[in-house]
């Protein structure tokens, strides 16, 4: 997972890898003998620096609350698509 981390701290800029990342960086944390659950992975630093640059590359930080006009407009459009799609997750 530290390797991981090392390109993603150096720039890594395809969301693909870093996504397998997390997901390998998680599964190795659950398997490490002393995992104690969700608050363990969000914590690791590792985890955090490869998040971190997935972040940055959505250009989340934008998005730093949910009144941020950013977020808000992705709301609206991932609520349309929903609506679109015929789902009914209660909106």
């Known amino acids: 997972m ?10 890594a800029c395809n969301p ?8 390998e960086g ?3 944390l659950r ?6 659950g969700t ?9 955090r620096l490869i998040v971190h640059q997935l ?4 250009k989340s930080a ?3 609350a949910p009144d941020q006009p950013d977020y808000q407009e992705c709301v609206k459009e991932v609520n349309q698509i929903l609506r679109q799609s015929g789902s009914s997750f209660g909106l």
């Open 39 to 47: 608050e363990h992975a969000l914590k690791d630093p590792a985890l």
């Open 31 to 36: 398997d490490s003998n002393g995992y104690t």
């Open 62 to 64: 934008k998005m730093d």
């Open 16 to 23: 693909y890898p870093l996504l397998n990342a997390v997901k």
């Open 2 to 11: 530290a390797k991981n981390a090392y390109f993603a701290q150096k720039g």
């Open 55 to 58: 972040a940055w590359l959505f």
């Open 26 to 28: 998680i599964d190795e």
